[in-house]
């Protein structure tokens, strides 16, 4: 059972029934993820906990009762109550909330949203916001310039239709489509119209100029004295969001400078903005941007760092100090058009694919600012650490880190040290606890160290590995040469006569992947080393 979140609350039993019952605060929750992306409520297990207790039973009719006080108490909310047994015996309700249409509240008018693991409330003019975000009739489905579907362009949808074949994220009973039906499946045509999402990506030029918030980008580069020295503009309309991420890569010389460093004997290059990191600041601005707000969208580069200038605020639910955790969609099927074009990676990994390089190559995380009007979003340019790109990646080698942990051993190899709740606030974890899973691996491996007690506890890395880079390694079967492999395999078959896969597989060493076993054993048998008897799971091996 997974912990509180975006998608998950945890309620007791009494929430629900009894004296005790608390039909309000249970409203709130629900309203909440009805305006968020929907989520469950496991009502019977405490917040605490993980199973609900192994003698508990949840009366027969209380999900029909819970159906039809929320449907009493808020208005747009759809919620499903069902009975589940868990592991250990004990039942609970595990009430599905589905994500609202419209705009969820209580009876009473009260609105909330789903932040994190809390449910706040939306007052003032957020309640404006929370309104238009949540139309009933999306922005990219509409087709209010009633563009006859056949005006398409149609070497850009030849193009995107290559793409959605070609890609494994697409399912086989999508590509199979005609092209007809592929577009209405990604919402690029209704009836016998384009939307104005078929008008952004395969539309002719003066259909999309037609279309008063279409992207316009604008690069600008800025001297030392700010100073503007160079200004590109991409504003005729002529490229589509797909085929502005390309073009602006390209055509940007700035973007390929790189740094010498000294490598030992020789010299390494490391791009001045790494690609990575201006995709994804690229596709953020295209895809997460207000299409019913008109503005720009600005490049501008200075000697220092990049900056990234969107028009509109965040979404709402997401502000600086969570959008490294926080999942919200604002343009639903274009994002969708974008991940399955690979152009981008799941909602809200974004932003720690950032940090990740970012902090990997030795420089500092992107620093995001909002206003009422634009949001900036600024990557650093020089490199504070160069050690750090080399621990990094040594560190990674020795023992394939997650995402997590190569953000939070970057964050430390760049500063002296920090604590636990210098860490939290860097990381913008909601408490200093969750801190614990992020660096739980690298302190076993001791590539984090640990000094004091409590919350005086200061985290840091050694400045003796971070300068020798001498890590302890253990002996690995992963990286075997294939020679090496199948005498293996011949002399543990010939120790073991008549033995299966899986027992040869864990005496050799369980770390070498199974498909390479079989490979090997497949290609035993074929030279006449081995012999193969049975079929299935009972096919056991010897030698000839």
Not at 494 to 515: C, F, L, M, V, W
């Amino acid at each position: 059972m997974s912990l509180e979140g975006q998608l998950l609350d945890k309620k007791s039993l009494r929430a629900v029934s009894g004296k005790s019952a608390n039909w309000e605060e249970l409203a709130k929750d629900c309203v909440a993820f009805s305006n968020a992306s929907g989520g469950h409520l496991f009502i019977g297990v405490e917040d605490d906990q993980e199973l609900p207790p192994a003698d508990q039973c949840i009366p027969a009719d209380l999900p029909d009762r819970v159906r039809r006080r929320l449907a009493e108490i808020t208005v747009n909310v759809g919620a499903l109550p069902n009975i589940i047994v868990a592991p250990n015996g004990g039942e609970y309700l595990d009430l599905i909330i589905a994500r609202s249409t419209g705009v969820a509240s209580t009876i009473d008018g009260r609105y909330f949203l789903r932040v994190g693991d809390q449910s706040k409330p939306v007052t003032g003019d957020d309640v404006m916001r929370l309104v238009t975000e949540r139309s009933a009739l999306p922005w990219e489905t509409q087709t209010s310039l009633h563009v006859p579907r056949e005006e398409l362009d149609a070497e850009k949808f030849r193009r995107l239709a290559d793409g959605l074949r070609a890609s494994d994220r697409v399912k086989a009973s999508v590509k199979e489509k005609a092209d007809a039906e592929l577009q209405d499946h990604y919402l690029l045509a209704q009836g016998g119209f384009l939307t104005n999402l078929g008008i952004l990506c395969i539309g002719k030029q003066q259909h999309r100029a037609q279309l008063s918030t279409a992207p316009i980008i604008q690069f600008i580069k800025f001297d030392e004295h700010n100073a503007k020295v160079n200004k590109l503009v991409w504003d005729d309309h002529a490229l589509s969001p797909l085929e502005l991420i390309e073009a602006i890569w390209r055509e940007v010389p700035d973007f390929r400078e790189s740094y010498e460093l000294p490598d030992g004997l020789y010299r390494q290059n490391v791009p001045a903005f790494d690609e990575v990191v201006v995709r994804e600041l690229l596709v953020n601005a295209l895809v997460h941007r207000p299409y019913t707000q008109r503005g720009d969208i600005f490049l501008n580069l200075h000697p220092d760092r990049l900056e990234v200038v969107n028009p509109g605020p965040l979404p709402l639910g997401v502000t600086p100090q969570n959008v490294l955790h926080m999942t919200v969609r604002r343009n639903d099927h274009l994002a969708r058009l974008f991940h399955d074009l690979k152009l981008m990676e799941r909602e809200g990994s974004g932003f720690g694919k950032m940090y990740e390089v970012l902090l990997s190559q030795g420089r500092p995380v992107p620093d995001l600012t909002e206003t009422h009007e634009r949001v900036c979003v600024a990557v650093g340019r020089r490199i504070i650490q160069p050690q750090v790109i080399d621990f990094i990646a040594k560190a990674d080698q020795a023992y394939q880190l997650t995402q997590r942990e190569r953000i939070v051993l970057g964050l430390l190899a760049q500063h002296e040290a920090l604590s636990g709740r210098e860490m939290c606030r860097a990381l913008e974890l909601p408490t200093i606890d969750a801190v614990q899973l992020w660096i739980k691996r690298p302190l076993e491996w001791q590539l984090i160290r640990s000094a004091g007690r409590t919350q005086a506890t200061r985290y840091f890395v050694d400045p003796e590995l971070l300068r020798n880079l001498d890590f302890p390694s253990g002996t690995t079967l992963k990286r075997i040469e294939p020679h090496r492999l199948l005498a293996l395999i011949v002399e543990d078959v010939a120790r073991y006569p008549n033995t299966k896969i899986g027992d040869i597989h864990q005496r050799i060493g369980a770390e070498i992947p199974r498909s390479r076993v079989r490979r090997a054993l497949d290609q035993l048998v074929e030279n006449g080393n081995l012999a193969r008897e049975g079929i299935r799971n009972g096919t056991r091996y010897r030698v000839t």
